[in-house]
C-alpha cells in the first residue's frame, strides 16, 4: 500500500479517500467497523487490529482510524479473515440476519498459514448469514486469483480496482449491496426435516422466517377449511452473486389430508450459472367453483407444506440460505354474489401495447417483498448494482391490467475489453407472492444484454376473481386485487469499464376505461371510484360490468437499461406483485435505463377503481 498508485498518490492514501467515500455513503447508524493487517511492525504474520469496533456507524471515528493507518509489514489475510469474523456480532443459531466482511488488498497473503480461499470456505459453511467480498486494488496474476476464489469460496463478489477512482466506486458498490441486502420479516420457525415433524402454521394469514441447507426439505402443516383460497409462498434469499449451478432452485409442494403424495408443487430454478439472486416458489389450495374445479381441492382438514433446495448434480455446494415464508387465506365470496367474468387474455396490454412517456422520475428501490418502493404510472429512474435486486410495489385493482417495459442503453467498456453477453429477467408476483409466469408466450421476459441498447417486458393478464378457475399458469394466480410487485435483472460478466453512472427510469400512462364493479357485487348497487380524474357509477348486480366510465392513471410499465455489469430493473406488476431487479457480481458499473410501466383498464376496476 505504500507504492505509488499511477495517479501521482500513494495507495494508501487513495485507499484513505476512497474509505472515506463509502463510510459516508452508508445509511445512518448502520453497523460497521474496520480490522487492518500489516500496520503495526514490519514482520509478522500475526500483524492485524481492531481498529473500529463493530457498532452503529461513527463517520468521524471510521475516517480517523484510516488516516492514522501506515503500511509497514506482512499481509497475513488468512488470519485476519478469521479476526474479522470474530468481530461480527454473532446470531442466533438458525436464524436470520446478514453479516459482510469486505477484504481490500493490493497484493496477495505472503504468509501462507491459515490459508486464505480455505478460511473463507471454511467461514462461509459455518454460518447462514455471512458474506466474504473482496477488492483488489491494482492487482493481477496469482494475486488476483486468490481474492477472486477468496470472493467465490465466501459465497460473495470479487471487484476488481484498476485505479483509485474504480476502487472509490467498487467500495461504494459493495458498502451499499451490503446495506440494501434483502430486509426480512416473520416470525421465526424450524420446518421439520420429516412430514411426521412438520412445524404448525397458524390456521390464519401469516410470515415466518427459516433456512434451508443444500439438500434439505423444510416441513409445515397447517389446517384449512373447506371453502378459502390459501396461497403458501417461500422466498429464498442466498447471498447476491454466489455460486450456483442454472438447475438449483427451490420447489414447494402441497399434500392434502390423507394423502402420501402432493396434489400440487411448483419449481423455481435460477436458469443462469452467473452467481445467486432471490428465488421465490409458491403453491396455493383453491376450492372449485362456478361448475369448474379447484386445485388440491380435498375439502378442510390439516395440509402439509414442504419447501425443498434442489440441486443439480455435481453442482456448487453452498452455505445455508434464508428463507421467509408467507402463508395467505382469502376467504369466499359471500352468498348471493357472482363474480365476473375471468379474463385470461393479454388483449390490448400484449407484447405491442402502448407504454407511457414523458420525463422520469427518481424513485429508490426496496430490498423486497416487505418494503418494496411504491410505484405508479409513468416513467421512473433508479440505479442498479451488479448482484442487486430491486423490488417495486404497483398497485392493481379489478379488471386492471399490468404492463411494463425495462430497457437497456449502451454501456462504454474500456478500449482493452470488450463486452460479454449477459443474462437479463424480469418477473411478477402477485399480492400472495404467487410468480406470474408468462405460460402464453406473449411477453420476453428474459434475454440476453451483449452492451447494446435492449429490453425485457412483463405483465399479467386482467385482475378477474374467477381466474382462479383457469388452466393457464399466467392466469390463475391474478385472481385478487393489490399491490402486484415486480422485479427485473440483469446479469453480466464483464470486464474494466469507464464511463459515466447510469439511470433506470419507469414512465407510465393514462387511459379510459369502463368499471368493472367488484370481483362481485350483490343486489345492492355499489359505487366505483376511480382514483386519477375518476367519474364513477352506480355498478351493475351481477358484479360483470359497471355503467360507469372514468378517465384515470393505471399501473405502469417500467423499463430498464444497464450497461456491462449493471442491471436494470423493471417491469409491472398484476395485482399485488412485487419487482426486482438484478446485477452481476464483478461488474464494474451501475445501470443505466428506463423503466415505463402502464396499467390497462379491461373492463374497469372496482373497489375504488384504483389503478397505479
Known amino acids: 500500500m505504500a507504492e505509488r498508485d499511477g495517479s501521482g498518490s ?11 467515500t463509502v463510510v459516508d455513503s452508508l445509511p445512518d447508524g448502520y453497523p460497521a467497523g474496520l480490522r487492518l493487517y500489516g500496520s503495526t511492525r514490519r514482520k509478522g504474520c500475526t500483524d492485524t487490529e481492531l481498529a473500529e469496533p463493530v ?16 503500511p509497514k509489514g506482512d499481509t497475513p489475510i488468512g488470519y485476519a479473515l478469521r479476526k474479522a469474523a470474530g468481530d461480527l456480532p ?58 477472486e476464489c477468496i470472493a467465490r469460496e465466501g459465497n460473495g463478489a470479487y471487484y476488481d480496482a484498476p485505479d483509485a477512482d474504480a476502487l472509490a466506486r467498487q467500495l461504494q458498490r459493495a458498502g451499499r449491496l451490503s446495506a440494501d441486502g434483502y430486509r426480512f420479516k416473520g416470525k421465526r420457525i424450524e420446518g421439520g426435516d420429516e ?23 423444510r416441513w409445515y402443516e397447517v389446517a384449512m377449511d373447506g371453502a378459502s383460497t390459501a396461497s403458501f409462498a417461500a422466498t429464498a434469499a442466498p447471498e447476491p452473486g454466489s455460486r450456483i449451478d442454472r438447475l438449483d432452485g427451490l420447489r414447494t409442494r402441497l399434500t392434502a389430508p390423507g394423502s402420501s403424495g402432493g396434489c400440487t408443487s411448483s419449481t423455481e430454478r435460477f436458469g443462469q450459472d452467473e452467481g445467486a439472486v432471490p428465488l421465490v416458489s409458491g403453491v396455493s389450495r383453491i376450492p372449485g367453483g362456478m361448475d369448474a374445479g379447484g386445485t388440491c381441492d380435498e375439502g378442510a382438514g390439516r395440509y402439509l407444506l414442504s419447501v425443498e433446495r434442489v440441486e443439480s448434480e455435481g453442482g456448487p455446494e453452498g452455505a445455508r440460505w434464508p428463507l421467509e415464508l408467507t402463508y395467505r387465506v382469502e376467504k369466499p365470496l359471500g352468498k348471493g354474489v357472482t363474480p365476473a367474468q375471468s379474463q385470461p387474455e393479454f388483449g390490448e396490454g400484449g407484447r405491442d401495447a402502448k407504454l407511457p412517456q414523458g420525463r422520469p422520475r427518481s424513485v429508490h428501490d426496496g430490498t423486497g417483498f416487505n418494503d418494496a418502493a411504491a410505484i405508479g404510472t409513468g416513467v421512473w429512474r433508479d440505479r442498479v448494482l451488479p448482484s442487486q435486486t430491486l423490488w417495486y410495489r404497483a398497485p392493481v385493482g379489478w379488471g386492471q391490467q399490468l ?20 443474462f437479463s429477467r424480469t418477473d411478477t408476483y402477485t399480492p400472495a407472492r404467487q410468480p406470474v409466469t408468462n405460460g402464453l408466450g406473449e411477453l420476453a421476459t428474459r434475454a440476453t444484454y451483449d452492451g447494446e441498447p435492449g429490453r425485457v417486458s412483463g405483465g399479467a393478464v386482467p385482475v378477474a376473481w374467477t381466474n382462479r378457475w383457469e388452466s393457464s399458469p399466467n392466469v390463475v394466480p391474478v385472481h385478487t386485487r393489490g399491490g402486484l410487485l415486480h422485479r427485473g435483472h440483469a446479469r453480466r460478466r464483464c ?7 447510469g439511470r433506470a427510469h419507469h414512465p407510465a400512462r393514462r387511459r379510459q376505461g369502463r368499471g368493472q364493479g367488484r370481483p362481485g357485487t350483490r343486489g345492492a348497487r355499489a359505487e366505483a371510484r376511480l382514483r386519477k380524474r375518476g367519474r364513477g357509477r352506480r355498478g351493475r348486480a351481477d358484479g360483470q360490468r359497471g355503467a360507469g366510465r372514468g378517465r384515470m392513471e393505471q399501473p405502469h410499465r417500467r423499463v430498464g437499461r444497464g450497461g456491462c455489469g449493471r442491471t436494470a430493473g423493471g417491469g409491472t406488476r398484476p395485482p399485488g406483485r412485487t419487482g426486482t431487479a438484478r446485477g452481476r457480481a464483478g461488474v464494474r458499473r451501475r445501470a443505466r435505463g428506463e ?17 397505479g
Open 55 to 70: 457498532r452503529p456507524l461513527d463517520r468521524a471515528a471510521m475516517k480517523r482510524a484510516v488516516a492514522q493507518v501506515r
Open 495 to 501: 470486464r474494466p469499464y469507464r464511463g459515466e453512472s
Open 90 to 147: 454473532q446470531t442466533v443459531d438458525r436464524t436470520v440476519g446478514r453479516r459482510t466482511i469486505l477484504l481490500v488488498s493490493d497484493g496477495e497473503d505472503d504468509c501462507g498459514e491459515p490459508e486464505p480461499c480455505e478460511v473463507a470456505e471454511d467461514l462461509a459453511r459455518r454460518g447462514v448469514d455471512l458474506r466474504i467480498d473482496a477488492i483488489g486494488f491494482r492487482v493481477g496474476g496469482e494475486a488476483r486469483a486468490q481474492l
Open 595 to 611: 423503466i415505463r410501466a402502464g396499467c390497462r383498464r379491461r373492463g374497469g376496476c372496482g373497489d375504488g377503481g384504483e389503478c
Open 10 to 20: 500513494t495507495r494508501i492514501e487513495s485507499a484513505r479517500k476512497a474509505v472515506g
Open 403 to 422: 404492463r411494463y417495459d425495462v430497457e437497456f442503453s449502451n454501456e462504454p467498456t474500456a478500449p482493452e475489453h470488450g463486452p460479454e453477453s449477459a
Open 195 to 217: 412430514a411426521g415433524r412438520a412445524a404448525r402454521l397458524a390456521g390464519t394469514s401469516g410470515q415466518y422466517l427459516d433456512t434451508i441447507g443444500p439438500g434439505e426439505k
